[in-house]
């Protein structure tokens, strides 16, 4: 059974607008949440996390949100680059072993001029 | 300074034959972490170290494979007797101490099992 969700395989966002990639989970013991990044051919990057005692997280062009009672998060790229083309995970550290993450099976963005 | 480092980037074997994959983990870092990902799936943990010990292998698909690590730095995943199934891409990722979540990930090593 999945615990983290990212129900949309591909995302297709326009260079200049927002790109807003989902993730759902579902065990609620879940605290603390990632995103990574990865290129075809390289192993994915830390992007940005966020704690479950925040509902926002800001770096730069990159937010996520997190709506504990929706078991929801996003991640929110404004400007979107095309450089930003990729495939993003998110992922949970696992409540019973916390070294251990839990990773999504990926969003694959696309940035068009 | 050097990211984390695997060998090789890619592995096309028999089925049957016995593989292995290398991991040089960032300088410094105590923590290793094995995941794979499958055609079409998200990364799936498989072992890690902390230090030479390895507190969890829940992860490991079979008892076909293991790993181990030395002078904390160091690891190699071993897979006998390849099967089909085993096709993926094998990452590792280290990480430092008090940042345990912030894994950094090698390039992967592709295997191809034929």
């Known amino acids: 059974d999945q615990q983290v969700k990212q129900n949309s395989p591909s995302l297709s966002v326009q260079e200049g607008r927002i790109s807003i990639l989902n993730c759902d989970y579902t065990?609620?013991?879940?605290?603390?949440f990632l995103w990574y990044k990865k290129y075809p051919a390289e192993g994915p990057t830390f992007l940005i996390s966020?704690?479950?005692?925040?509902d926002k997280n800001e770096d730069g062009r990159f937010t996520v949100f997190l709506n504990k009672s929706a078991k929801h998060l996003s991640l929110h790229i404004v400007p979107s680059q095309p450089g930003d083309s990729a495939v993003y995970f998110c992922a949970a550290p696992d409540d019973y072993n916390t070294d251990k993450l839990i990773f999504g099976t990926g969003t694959r963005l696309q940035v068009f001029p | 300074g050097a990211g984390v480092s695997q060998s090789p980037s890619n592995k096309v074997t028999e089925k049957g034959k016995d593989v292995e994959l290398r991991c040089d983990p960032i300088s410094g870092h105590t923590a290793l972490y094995w995941y794979r990902q499958s055609l079409g799936q998200g990364l799936e943990f498989l072992i890690y170290f902390q230090g030479n010990s390895a507190p969890d292998k829940s992860g490991l698909p079979s008892d076909r494979f293991s790993a181990e690590r030395t002078g904390g730095s160091v690891s190699t995943l071993t897979i006998q007797r390849t099967q089909q199934e085993d096709s993926a891409v094998y990452l590792c990722a280290s990480s430092g101490i008090g940042r345990p979540y912030e894994q950094y990930f090698g390039p992967g090593t592709r295997l191809t099992v034929t």
């Open positions: 966020i704690s479950s005692i925040k």
């Open positions: 065990n609620s013991m879940f605290d603390y």
